[in-house]
């Protein structure tokens, strides 16, 4: 079976992932990048898109959702039932209050114009719930902090993290945006460690495929003992 591929892009340098699995089927992880660049490579690998898996409902991780999910229809596209609201009707309104707040909205291109006459992401067909394992071989970790619906992704097999913005190297999800708190993120990143440390990650944003040994001990210093 193929790797994971990364793909880097969107306004914020988000990591979009496709994910092979059996039967030469895939699943995307945090669509940010174009949804055309997502579907050449998804073609070149020869793979199948069956789904599209989101670890938080932040806008940075899902601005190509829409168009992706017009290439493929099929796809399922799932998020934790906490963060469901960054889905569905008006779903672009809720996300632009929020950027709003940062000071970031400017930049991104769907926040222009006249998008308030069609605000609406696509909904949600199932949810990502904690303990079940996705096509018998990624286990849904729920691991609040960012964001109150954030999930990783275990492959237990092939020591596999897929973190999301809960765990980045040598660092970790802010906790200052709605559904933000610093105690649930120190819970969540404790049980991350306690996983082998050997397992590889691959998160959110900017370097993926290091160790969760290589991160644990700048992450304790920094946050766990805060």
Same mark, same amino acid.
């Given at each position: 079976? %193929?790797?994971? =591929? ?14 092979? &699995? ?5 699943? @995307?992880?945090?669509?940010? @990048? ?12 020869? /793979? $199948? ?35 469901? %609201?960054?889905?569905? %009707? ?7 209050? *929020? ?7 400017? &930049?991104?291109?769907? =926040? ?8 609406h992401?696509?909904e949600?067909? =199932? =949810?990502? %719930? *904690? ?11 729920h691991?609040?902090?960012?964001? $109150? ?7 237990e097999?092939?020591?596999? /993290?897929?973190?999301?913005?809960? /765990? ?5 999800? $802010? ?7 610093? $105690? ?6 404790? #049980? ?10 691959f998160?959110?944003? *900017?370097?993926?495929?290091?160790? &969760? ?7 304790? #210093? ?5």
């Open positions: 079976m %193929k790797d994971i =591929f990364c793909l880097t892009g969107g306004v914020l340098g988000t990591n979009t992932y496709i994910v092979p &699995l059996a039967n030469n089927e895939c699943f @995307v992880v945090d669509p940010a @990048v174009d949804a055309e660049r997502i579907a050449e490579k998804i073609a070149s690998a020869g /793979l $199948r898109l069956t789904a599209i898996l989101l670890t938080h409902g932040h806008y940075d991780h899902m601005e190509s959702l829409q168009e992706l999910s017009l290439l493929y229809p099929q796809a399922k596209i799932a998020i934790h039932s906490e963060d469901v %609201k960054s889905l569905g %009707k008006d779903a672009l309104l809720r996300h632009y209050a *929020e950027f709003a707040s940062t000071g970031l909205v400017q &930049l991104y291109a769907a =926040f222009q114009g006249d998008f308030e006459k069609k605000p992401l696509p949600a067909d =199932f =949810f990502l %719930k *904690e303990g079940e394992v996705f096509e018998n071989e990624w286990l849904v970790l691991t609040p902090g960012h964001t $109150r619906g954030c999930i990783c992704l275990y492959n097999k092939k020591k596999q /993290l897929l973190s999301g913005d809960t /765990l980045f190297y040598m660092g970790w999800g $802010r906790t200052d945006l709605e559904g933000g708190d610093q $105690r649930a993120l120190q819970t969540s990143l404790k #049980r991350l460690f306690d996983l082998p440390s050997e397992t590889k990650v998160p959110g944003h *900017e370097q993926y495929g290091f160790s &969760l040994a290589e991160t644990n001990a700048s992450v304790t #210093r920094g946050f766990l003992t805060i």
